[in-house]
């Protein structure tokens, strides 16, 4: 599968799956794969376009996301109004993220992105792959990210 997103403001790193029933959710079924990738596109294509509804919608209220390094993305950001936040950082940089994989497993779902931009005369070109929870109720819980080359992104992010 070859996906291109054309960010303009805004860049997203790659993303896997992980279903993670609540205790409410337990009896619930696990979600199939079409629903998995569904989920993962909805939260992939908000990001990409700093739309925080979107983000909103598919998210739980204490959603968190790691990030590698010392950028001014790194660190962990904890609860929707981080991720907004961390969202508005990325819409300052403009990359092209190409999905090049979705893998699907018992628990997860791994999709493979290559990062291309260029900002302020720096430029990137990276492997990422981040792992996504989502809870059996169709949400993003989680994300953390998995960088080919921590420095690159640093500078880049800096």
């Not at 919608?57 to 001014?72: K, L, R």
Request: with cysteine; hydrophobic share 40%; aromatic share 6%.
């Amino acid at each position: 599968m070859n996906l291109s997103f054309a960010i303009a403001p805004i860049g997203i790193c790659a993303l896997a799956a992980t279903l993670v029933p609540s205790a409410d959710q337990a009896t619930a079924p696990p979600l199939s794969d079409q629903q998995r990738q569904q989920i993962v596109g909805r939260f992939a294509t908000a990001i990409t376009h700093d739309d925080h509804q979107g983000i909103i919608a598919v998210t739980t209220p204490d959603m968190t996301w790691t990030i590698p390094g010392d950028s001014v993305v790194s660190g962990r950001s904890v609860g929707r109004g981080a991720v907004l936040k961390l969202a508005d950082t990325f819409a300052n940089y403009s990359l092209t993220i190409s999905v090049r994989e979705l893998t699907f497993g018992a628990d997860t779902v791994a999709v493979e992105l290559h990062d291309t931009g260029r900002h302020n005369g720096k430029t990137l070109d990276e492997d990422i792959v981040n792992v996504l929870t989502i809870s059996r109720d169709g949400k993003v819980s989680a994300v953390d990210a998995n960088l080919g080359d921590v420095k690159q992104f640093d500078s880049y992010f800096s």
